[in-house]
């Protein structure tokens, strides 16, 4: 996870490779969802491996994997437990917006301190998962959030502990899981 400083300023994302929102599959091949689930295992898992499992070249995996990171269909990442490493607000927010809900879940997704935006059906338009240094940084965090233009109301979810976070749910096809849907 990237380090957060104990800065209490509003922070926006430096220009970097961010993954940004995520679109449908374009039409995944053996070939890339078994790359997918190869990494999904292991995201250190070496490419030759990956092409000697699939029977292609190291160079067919390397130029598959640039194209599926280019088209934010894969992230590779070391993923963390944000409360276990010290900091200490991880909340879920869901925001209520007076029209389209677009604009918020943009600019939202801007900041460091959204690492999940999605915009839903139902009683929230957005959720929005933060991970703020305290408590009064999620506090502050959660007034921008009201303060933004179209913004009518938000309730915070405050996580206490991290029970389950798996990213291992396969590679969907014609809408279901690996193996026909979830394991």
């Known amino acids: 996870m990237r380090s957060r ?9 430096a ?3 961010r993954r940004g929102p995520v679109s449908r599959a374009p ?4 070939v890339d969802r078994g790359i997918i689930e190869a ?5 250190r898992e070496p490419f030759r491996r990956i092409a000697a499992s ?25 993923v ?18 007076t029209g389209p809900p677009e604009a ?27 991970v703020c240094a305290d408590r009064h940084g999620l506090l502050e965090v959660t007034n921008r959030i009201r303060s933004l233009p179209g913004v009518v109301s938000t309730e ?14 396969g590679v969907g096809s014609a809408g279901h899981g690996a193996n026909g849907g979830r394991r």
């Open 54 to 78: 699939l029977g292609v070249s190291e160079a067919t995996v390397r130029a598959r994997y640039g194209r599926l990171c280019g088209q934010s269909i894969l992230q590779v990442t070391g």
């Open 39 to 43: 990494l999904q295992r292991n995201g």
């Open 104 to 130: 918020v879940a943009d600019e939202v997704a801007r900041w460091d301190e959204a690492d999940y935006v999605v915009v839903t059906a139902g009683r929230f338009d957005v959720l929005v998962e933060v």
């Open 156 to 169: 915070s979810f405050l996580y206490l502990e991290l029970w389950k976070q798996l990213y291992d749910w």
């Open 5 to 13: 400083q104990q800065a209490r300023a509003p922070r926006v994302t």
């Open 27 to 30: 039409g995944l091949d053996h």
């Open 15 to 17: 220009p970097r490779s």
């Open 80 to 97: 963390t437990n944000p409360l276990g490493l010290g900091f200490e607000a991880q909340a879920m927010v869901g925001v209520r917006t």
